[in-house]
């Protein structure tokens, strides 16, 4: 390596460092906005209820269409910022597992498949709220529609955590790129994001969409994990990989 | 070499504490919920509870009673040079007697749907089928769990490290057990 | 093989067998009437969570754990005990 391969690939790692806390931080803003638009504007956390009647849940989007339009049109943003968080997360396990590194690849394609599984129900919730009162009956099974599939496909954010934990626990380096407690905290994540798969199955109780379970768990989980993934990546992760490169700077 | 004796062990690491805790609030809120659904329909409860099968409630009870008795035999022998060799039969025999337990919950929910009782037909009985259906799930999550372990306890020369491992995977399986005890005692007898 | 299978682990496993035995007979008897059974499922909610504690301190070995550690475990037997009889007398 001449003296230039070295200064030019510091100041790339340089900026990739700085690139991937940007990234990190995306985790929490992401969250953040989603909750602004979903929870502050639209009033959809959680999403009306299963057992709703066909015209309580017209009235809910003839009343608060624009609202409810409004707010996910910011989720839909705000969810976006999953992405690059993601990568920053796949990039740290890749420096865990070496140059082949098919847990971080994996985790990458999970990540996001996840903002689709955000981006599509929304989208039904803002035709739901188009028109109601035209079709009430449709209005009625469309709600359905968004809710139960924003909800009952946990499998892949769950997948995402057990690779990252796998990851974290089979990280044999003197100094682990990132803490054994994060692995385990992302395995009761993966968890807990489960039950939500089950909401086609009930209308009322801790298993349907607005259920304590299916709902309520799977977001504080959720929540928990985007937290704990970047306080791990902005402490632990991204420092540790600086301090290897700096190693190398004669 | 590792101490005969073990002094202010942490059982596993530090780590599978997080997990282990944040599954055991995560059923503690399903009980108190549970319990305050129950309070709003106490005769429901009562009636509908009479239709479960104690018998083989309490059967598993003992069954996951046994199989972390075995599991618990097989963490002293890792941890014993001369007695090294039992662990792994000892953990496949704990497995074995695990696995019991997903059967006779199979027959059990089978007896149910056979005289048409679904998770739909009253509040009772789908928290019966939540609360033992998720408590399944981590019945079989730990069955894998200990094949894995058995792995680590064929090992000639565990480190360090595989013994935390070992312990750690076995304290969730304890878990599952001592979970069943709070599920046994209050979906199938209190009311 | 003697030496392995007596340890407190196989007293406490007697033990809690017998517990689980005089659960179920309480839970299964039908002839106390409204009150008492009441006071039965008391019992066999504190019985179930004096099972839970051994458990943990024999078969998790959490007795021999750092202080913490065991600290955390028995308070959250406590709370369980006291959400549980709670939720049960007032809900």
Request: net charge negative.
């Given at each position: 390596m001449t003296e230039n391969d070295v200064v030019n690939s510091c100041?790339?790692?340089?900026?990739?460092?700085?690139?991937?806390?940007?990234?990190?931080?995306?985790?929490?803003?992401?969250?953040?906005?989603?909750?602004?638009g979903m929870w502050a504007i639209a009033g959809f956390v959680p999403p009306p209820g299963p057992n709703k009647s066909l015209e309580e849940i017209v009235a809910v989007y003839a009343d608060h269409g624009a609202r409810i339009r409004f707010g996910l049109i910011v989720a839909c943003a705000g969810v976006t910022l999953l992405g690059p968080w993601t990568a920053t997360i796949a990039i740290q396990m890749r420096r865990v597992e070496g140059e082949f590194a098919p847990l971080a690849l994996t985790q990458a394609m999970l990540g996001a498949v996840l903002i689709v599984e955000f981006?599509?129900?929304?989208?039904?919730?803002?035709?739901?709220?188009?028109?109601?009162?035209?079709?009430?009956?449709?209005?009625?099974?469309?709600?359905?529609?968004?809710?139960?599939?924003?909800?009952?496909?946990?499998?892949?954010?769950?997948?995402?955590?057990?690779?990252?934990?796998?990851?974290?626990?089979?990280?044999?380096?003197?100094?682990p790129v990132f803490p054994r407690w994060l692995g385990y905290l992302s395995l009761w994540a993966a968890i807990s994001f489960l039950p939500g798969a089950f909401n086609s199955l009930a209308k009322t109780g801790v298993i349907a969409w607005n259920g304590v379970l299916a709902w309520w768990l799977g977001l504080i989980a959720f929540g928990i994990w985007i937290l704990a993934v970047s306080f791990c990546l902005l402490?632990?992760?991204?420092?540790?990989?600086?301090?290897g490169q700096a190693q190398v700077r004669p | 070499m590792l101490p005969a004796v073990m002094e202010r062990h942490v059982p596993g690491e530090p780590g599978i504490w997080v997990l282990l805790f944040g599954d055991m609030l995560v059923f503690t809120v399903l009980f108190t919920v549970f319990l305050h659904e129950r309070g709003a329909k106490p005769e429901l409860f009562a009636h509908s509870q009479a239709a479960l099968n104690r018998a083989l409630g309490a059967t598993n009870t003992l069954v996951l009673l046994t199989s972390s008795l075995l599991v618990v035999l097989a963490s002293h022998a890792m941890r014993r040079p001369p007695l090294r060799h039992f662990a792994r039969r000892l953990t496949l025999g704990g497995a074995l007697v695990g696995a019991c337990f997903v059967v006779i919950k199979g027959f059990e929910y089978h007896e149910k749907i056979a005289a048409g009782i679904a998770p739909s037909t009253n509040e009772f009985f789908m928290y019966y089928f939540v609360l033992t259906g998720l408590h399944l799930a981590h019945v079989i999550i730990g069955l894998a769990v200990l094949v894995v372990l058995s792995t680590v306890a064929g090992n000639s020369g565990p480190t360090r490290t595989h013994i935390a491992f070992f312990e750690g995977g076995a304290c969730f399986w304890h878990m599952v057990d001592f979970l069943w005890i709070v599920i046994f005692s209050l979906i199938f007898l209190v009311r | 093989m003697r030496s392995l299978v007596r340890t407190n682990a196989s007293l406490v496993w007697f033990l809690l067998c017998g517990l689980t035995a005089v659960s179920w007979a309480l839970g299964t008897y039908d002839g106390f009437g409204a009150s008492h059974h009441a006071q039965a499922s008391l019992l066999i909610l504190a019985v179930a969570i004096f099972k839970v504690r051994l458990v943990g301190l024999y078969f998790m070995e959490l007795k021999a754990a750092p202080t913490v550690l065991r600290s955390l475990f028995e308070g959250y037997c406590l709370v369980l005990f006291g959400l549980l009889t709670a939720m049960f007398l007032f809900a």
């Open positions: 100041a790339s790692s340089g900026a990739s460092a700085a690139n991937q806390r940007l990234m990190a931080y995306c985790g929490v803003t992401s969250l953040v906005v989603l909750l602004i981006y599509v129900p929304s989208a039904m919730w803002m035709a739901a709220a188009f028109r109601p009162e035209v079709d009430p009956a449709f209005t009625y099974r469309l709600h359905d529609l968004a809710s139960i599939t924003f909800v009952a496909l946990p499998w892949s954010a769950a997948l995402q955590a057990i690779l990252l934990a796998i990851a974290i626990l089979q990280d044999k380096h003197d100094q402490r632990d992760a991204i420092p540790h990989q600086e301090a | - | -």
